[in-house]
């Protein structure tokens, strides 16, 4: 009932919560159901006009698909200022994927050297957070089975940009067990260099040391990583011609 969900807040959160994901693959129908491209549907729904609903499917596998509505002048104001600024980030985060890696030098707790030469063939999976995001911490045990599954996967790199510093990390990782390795004090990169202000952002770099996906979501992240096998996967080198 699309009356109901665009004049109640509650509702509409709830439905859009279970039932949209802007940082999935989509397949996009505009007002008038013409397909457009994810790029194109995210700047609609910049505008605040519109709200996305899912379309059941038949033929077309996990994709999910969805059709803007556009909201009427009496629908809670709430639900276009809430979708304005969720379609912003995901915009941008669309735009980050399939760009290159800024240069960085990173150094975690133990010591170890990180940068863009000697982490070049392996595909490094990224978290920023903070001590005091309750989201990142929440996070954590669903991180470290990830770790754990991949353990033996030395082509693969779990690191971590925090906001603390290396004091306050080494305190608070002796009660909070967290298997990613962790570069303190990156609030300049995190902020300048990637300019991000969510928490926590997971972001996805291949073996060539380009974005492939950057997602605030755990469950979200985990399910890309694991659903792109050539990510994991060596690719062999051509013939000698």
Not at 103 to 118: E, P, Q, R, S, V
Not at 156 to 165: E, G, K, Q, R
Request: overall charge positive.
């Amino acid at each position: 009932n699309f009356n109901e969900l665009e004049s109640d807040y509650i509702k509409w959160w709830t439905y859009h919560s279970y039932n949209i994901s802007l940082s999935s693959n989509i397949i996009g129908l505009n007002e008038k159901s013409d397909t457009i491209d994810k790029k194109h549907f995210l700047e609609e729904l910049t505008s605040g006009n519109f709200i996305p609903l899912k379309l059941k499917l038949k033929s077309k596998g996990e994709i999910n698909q969805y059709k803007l509505y556009k909201l009427n002048s009496s629908s809670n104001k709430s639900i276009s200022s809430t979708i304005k600024n969720e379609a912003l980030r995901n915009l941008k985060y669309f735009k980050m994927e399939s760009t290159e890696f800024p240069k960085f030098d990173f150094t975690d707790l133990n010591g170890i050297h990180y940068n863009n030469k000697n982490t070049k063939g392996k595909i490094i999976v990224l978290k920023t957070w903070f001590i005091n995001c309750g989201a990142c911490v929440k996070e954590f045990p669903e991180l470290n089975e990830l770790v754990e599954k991949y353990k033996n996967h030395n082509d693969i790199i779990f690191l971590s940009l925090a906001l603390d510093s290396k004091f306050e990390l080494d305190k608070f990782l002796q009660k909070k067990f967290f298997e990613y390795k962790v570069v303190s004090s990156q609030r300049e990169f995190i902020t300048k260099t990637l300019n991000l202000q969510n928490y926590p952002t997971h972001i996805i770099i291949d073996k060539v040391g380009i974005i492939q996906k950057v997602v605030n979501k755990a469950s979200e992240m985990i399910s890309f990583f694991e659903g792109q096998k050539r990510l994991t996967e060596n690719i062999s080198p051509p013939p000698p011609m």
